[in-house]
């Protein structure tokens, strides 16, 4: 999570959220489009997650629906 107080890249990006190839990979198998509706119910911790809504529009009626049967890891997803 970002603190506000740090600073920007030259991008003018602030915070990062760093993403192993187990949250990628699902993503680019499911060749997501910005117009498909999404349901990840293995959702925890929120990688897989935050990489499917980079591909979703939600003007062209692109959606991601999340959940966690465990809820230890459902916790994690609401940080």
């Known amino acids: 999570p ?3 107080l740090a600073t920007r890249d030259r991008h ?3 915070c990062y959220y760093l993403l192993d190839a187990a949250s990628l ?3 680019q198998a499911l060749g997501v489009a910005p117009s ?3 349901l990840d119910l293995c959702s925890a ?3 897989k997650a935050i990489a499917i809504a980079q591909h ?3 003007d062209q009626g692109g959606e991601l629906v999340c959940n966690e049967l465990s809820q230890e890891r459902r916790g994690r997803l609401k940080q």
């Open 36 to 38: 498909h509706r999404v």
């Open 45 to 47: 911790p929120g990688g």
């Open 12 to 14: 003018g990006i602030e």
């Open 2 to 4: 970002c603190s506000g």
């Open 25 to 27: 990979l699902p993503v």
């Open 56 to 58: 979703l529009a939600p």
